[in-house]
């Protein structure tokens, strides 16, 4: 069978087969993961293959997808290797890696196949989802495709050095929006809006005015310039934000991540 096999049934996992139901895909789904609880919930809710046996489920792999933590990789890949050291040169696999921080060197020391790595958001489960991709120099054409394809499935896919890898990591998390959300309203709630009104606005100055930059043709720096007027509501709140080192904040929180990444790489 010519399957896509998720080794890991976690968040992200979750989240890519939930965006891959929505897109219709066809091709079969196997899920494998050491807690039983995950892959009856996942089983009962999208219909995937669900696979406690490790061997059995790398077995039936075309594309296996590496959906741990980064911790737990390279103890999974050892595991792995006896199976898929027997269908070298019979059924190559595509094996791409989830992992965030573990370089494609140190996955092809672990499992001598071809490695890509990609980097999938949780937003993929509603089809807007944005997932940068990596591939080392040779990786042949045809697997690159499908990889790309793959995760076309459930929203745009960028192809991004793996040396700029970690900092995109960092920085295109959904998180930055939730918590963003989540901050603003509680300030707003803070100041005299209930809690409804205070989300509906943050969502609004948040999502609306991204969209429209996304969907329009105008220059970031216009529509910044547009939207805080000289002396206006607008204008005194980015100014008091930035006076209390908001920018400095941002930037020391993604350096934070990229630190982490790092550490993940000599796991």
């Given at each position: ?180 959300l989540s901050t603003l309203a509680d300030a707003a709630t803070k100041l ?76």
């Amino acid at each position: 069978m010519k399957a896509v096999v998720f080794l890991g049934g976690g968040r992200i996992t979750g989240a890519l087969v939930a965006g891959l139901r929505r897109a219709k895909y066809q091709t079969p789904i196997v899920v494998h993961d050491r807690h039983p609880r995950k892959l009856r919930a996942l089983e009962q809710e999208f219909g995937i293959i669900a696979e406690p046996d490790l061997e059995r489920a790398a077995a039936q792999a075309h594309l296996l997808l590496i959906a741990v933590r980064p911790d737990s990789v390279a103890d999974l890949l050892t595991a792995v290797y006896p199976c898929l050291a027997r269908r070298a040169g019979r059924h190559p696999v595509i094996a791409c890696s989830l992992a965030a921080g573990i370089p494609l060197a140190r996955l092809r020391a672990r499992l001598p196949v071809a490695w890509a790595r990609a980097m999938p958001s949780p937003a993929c489960r509603s089809g807007s989802g944005l997932t940068a991709v990596t591939f080392p120099k040779g990786f042949p054409a045809r697997a690159r495709k499908e990889v790309v394809e793959f995760f076309r499935q459930v929203g745009p896919v960028l192809s991004i050095p793996e040396g700029r890898f970690d900092v995109f990591t960092a920085t295109y998390s959904s998180s930055h929006g939730y918590h963003a959300l989540s901050t603003l309203a509680d300030a707003a709630t803070k100041l005299g809006l209930d809690r409804k009104t205070a989300l509906v606005a943050a969502a609004h100055a948040l999502a609306d005015g991204i969209v429209a930059w996304r969907e329009g043709n105008v220059p970031l720096a216009k529509l910044l310039r547009e939207a805080a007027t000289p002396g206006g509501i607008a204008t005194a709140v980015t100014g008091a934000m930035e006076a209390a080192g908001h920018a400095r904040i941002v930037e020391r929180g993604l350096r934070a991540g990229v630190a982490r990444a790092r550490r993940n790489a000599r796991l």
